[in-house]
């Protein structure tokens, strides 16, 4: 008996079939891998033309726009971890505070920093200064405050990631 194709006359090679199947494989992978290399070739030709993580280019009104909204929400989330501790009394609570930002100069203009020449991980801003951006950092309790006592704020910041990090104590007014 002699194998034959579905309304066809022909009779079925499988061999045929199966090198039909495997230049068809064959021409696929020539494609996907053609597409990879593009792909590839543009990946690392934004890379090398990348002078720096800033991000994507925003008008200075939206940078400004987004820095106040940072910084509200900034103020927010740190006032919400004050919270009553028995150490408030003595040393202290810390609080810390992470976020994202879309650009590197929303980051600079939230904390009214210029941009430096010599790249920095962590540094330390007067608490004046940071409550400058963030408004009064006071919550109250039962009887009394908390505010932020400690006399800096740090500042951490990942250039690379376009995140940043910032802590302080906490405690009695």
């Not at 008008?59 to 106040?68: C, D, G, L, M, V």
């Not at 009553?84 to 904390?111: D, H, I």
């Amino acid at each position: 008996m002699v194998n034959k194709r579905r309304g066809s006359s022909e009779p079925l090679d499988p061999i045929a079939g199966i090198t039909v199947k495997k230049q068809h494989l064959q021409q696929a992978y020539k494609d996907v891998s053609t597409k990879f290399a593009a792909v590839r070739r543009e990946l690392d030709y934004e890379v090398t033309n990348k002078t720096t993580a800033a991000g994507p280019k925003i008008s200075n009104e939206q940078i400004r726009s987004k820095a106040n909204k940072l910084a509200n929400m900034m103020e927010s989330e740190i006032m919400k971890q004050m919270k009553w501790q028995p150490s408030c009394k003595t040393k202290g609570k810390r609080w810390t505070y992470s976020a994202m930002v879309p650009n590197a100069e929303v980051f600079f203009k939230l904390f009214n920093l210029g941009e430096e020449k010599k790249a920095w991980k962590q540094k330390k801003i007067p608490l004046e200064q940071f409550e400058s951006v963030t408004g009064e950092l006071r919550t109250s309790i039962r009887y009394g405050y908390l505010v932020v006592t400690s006399k800096d704020v740090t500042v951490h910041w990942n250039r690379e990631e376009l995140s940043f990090s910032v802590s302080g104590l906490y405690g009695l007014a």
